[in-house]
């Protein structure tokens, strides 16, 4: 499908994040990294008697998809010790460019590729990982899936 909101600004607070870290290759391990990822650290949450305050996150912090540095996680409200591969972390208040993508994964490349324009065009430059909050899950059409793109940005002087 498409981008079904406005490229905007926004300042993110602070975060907690539970989440695990690694080097796959996308076209081999991504599917089942994503699927262990997200129970082991929902797994947590739940021994924790704790609550995720978001969808799943995946940030990919390189674009190099045979070797990919991805990252996927949970927001929480407070701290929560690590165990295993999963780590607890605080993301620091940031600016984010930002919109939203209705519709298959895999189409979602048209609607980065806005988002990064859009960043270009308005004197900022990308200062971390691409982000996708995914704010459904995949319980509807895959036409109706919404994704939270965003990526953190400092502007240009």
Request: aromatic fraction near 8%.
């Amino acid at each position: 499908m498409s981008r079904i909101s406005k490229i905007t600004l926004k300042q993110l607070p602070e975060m907690n994040v539970l989440s695990i870290r690694k080097t796959i290759n996308f076209f081999r391990e991504y599917p089942d990294f994503m699927a262990n990822a997200g129970r082991d650290i929902l797994a947590l949450i739940e021994e924790k008697k704790t609550l995720p305050s978001s969808g799943p996150i995946v940030c990919f912090h390189n674009i190099e998809l045979e070797t990919l540095d991805v990252e996927v996680g949970y927001e929480i409200a407070l701290p929560v010790e690590p165990r295993g591969d999963v780590t607890a972390h605080i993301l620091p208040s940031r600016i984010i460019a930002t919109t939203i993508d209705r519709g298959p994964y895999e189409k979602q490349d048209a609607t980065l590729d806005e988002l990064m324009k859009w960043i270009s065009e308005n004197s900022f430059v990308a200062n971390g990982g691409i982000y996708y909050h995914y704010l459904n899950d995949e319980k509807q059409s895959q036409n109706e899936y919404l994704t939270e793109m965003y990526i953190p940005v400092n502007k240009l002087q």
